[in-house]
């Protein structure tokens, strides 16, 4: 069992930037294959960045050049390091182990 706890969204300008994380507990997710994922309302739960327990990435297209996803497996965190933020970018984020376990998500809201 694995629990995550998002923290670090809110408002912030267009342009703008964050930097949401993701600390874990239960076990050690250096085994795990861990991303962030996002839903704004009424619309579908989308991928925004994977990493693998090698340290590969791979990111969606509409923010790829602008989110850099990593991992700290000694503190067991996943970080989500967000800038030139746009308005579309508005949505709930949540972390991920293997798509198994969810945190609750925290809100990032991009609005002038």
């Known amino acids: 069992q694995v629990q995550l706890v998002e923290s670090g969204g809110g408002l912030v300008q267009p342009g703008g930037s964050l930097t949401l994380s993701c600390a874990a507990s239960g076990s050690r997710i250096s085994t795990y294959y861990m991303a962030w994922y996002r839903q704004a309302p009424g619309k579908q739960r989308e991928l925004v960045a994977a990493?693998?327990?090698?340290?590969?990435?791979n990111y969606a297209d509409s923010v790829k050049g602008r989110v850099t996803i990593s991992r700290d497996n000694a503190k067991n965190m996943v970080y989500l390091q967000m800038n030139s933020l746009k308005p579309e970018d508005t949505a709930r984020y949540y972390c991920t182990a293997h798509g198994n376990y969810w945190g609750q998500g925290t809100q990032v809201t991009v609005s002038s």
């Open positions: 990493i693998t327990r090698g340290g590969s990435t």
